[in-house]
T-cell receptor
Framework: DAKTTQPNSMESNEEEPVHLPCNHS???????IHWYRQLPSQGPEYVIH???SNVNNRMASLAIAEDRKSSTLILHRATLRDAAVYYC????????????FGAGTRLFVKA | DTGVSQNPRHKITKRGQNVTFRCDPI?????LYWYRQTLGQGPEFLTY????????KSRLLSDRFSAERPKGSFSTLEIQRTEQGDSAMYLC??????????????FGSGTQLSVL
């Protein structure tokens, strides 16, 4: 199963942009890159996903490297409510629909 | 759209007892997933259904675990003869099938199981 690698934790100041990196060097051509986040005592929440091109939505932007071996989730202006664990996962492709989660990146936002 | 609903939110049981959790997915979603999550770890895949068919089951899932999705609607996850190692958050997610991995997962708030 294709795996992703993320830093254990990152810190940001409120109202500043945050770039959360993810490495997925074994990604297959049919894997979609998904990002989810999880607040305390809640289930994961969908953030964004993409295949090859960069994607934007109301929550965030996803920048995908040209070789697709890495991606970056961009929160344009971090708020205290963005403090959560962020998971980068791969779906479809060789792993099918199991969706293997790693430990994610815990984002701390300072006021 | 009320989202994915899981019941109960919390369950405390004694070792050796059987427990059953319920998941009600978003109504039009045809895929349903069960995950288990322990403190500090990401969700761990257990099994998933497309409509009423259970298409994949994790090798980590022992024979004490069984899941059903009758009529392709709600799903139940049963754990027989619970052990202390079963203590975890059990998460359910649903999705509308799309080509490849081009579909969003919607998670419930989970059922927190504590085995004493």
């Amino acid at each position: 199963d294709a795996k992703t690698t993320q830093p254990n934790s990152m810190e940001s100041n409120e109202e500043e942009p945050v770039h959360l990196p993810c490495n997925h060097s074994t990604i297959s051509g049919t894997d979609y890159i998904h990002w989810y986040r999880q607040l305390p005592s809640q289930g994961p929440e969908y953030v964004i996903h993409g295949l090859t091109s960069n994607v934007n939505n109301r929550m965030a932007s996803l920048a995908i490297a040209e070789d697709r071996k890495s991606s970056t989730l961009i929160l344009h202006r971090a708020t205290l409510r963005d403090a959560a664990v962020y998971y980068c996962i791969l779906r479809g492709g060789t792993g099918g629909f199991k969706t293997i989660f790693g430990a994610g990146t815990r984002l701390f936002v300072k006021a | 759209d009320t989202g994915v609903s899981q019941n109960p939110r919390h369950k405390i049981t004694k070792r050796g007892q059987n427990v059953t959790f319920r998941c009600d997915p978003i109504s039009e979603h045809n895929r349903l997933y069960w995950y288990r999550q322990t403190l500090g770890q990401g969700p761990e895949f257990l099994t998933y259904f497309q409509n009423e068919a259970q298409l994949e089951k994790s090798r980590l899932l022992s024979d004490r675990f069984s899941a059903e999705r009758p009529k392709g609607s709600f799903s139940t996850l049963e754990i027989q003869r619970t052990e202390q190692g079963d203590s975890a958050m059990y998460l359910c997610a649903s999705s509308l099938a799309a080509a490849g991995g081009n579909e969003k997962l919607f998670f419930g708030s989970g059922t927190q199981l504590s085995v004493l």
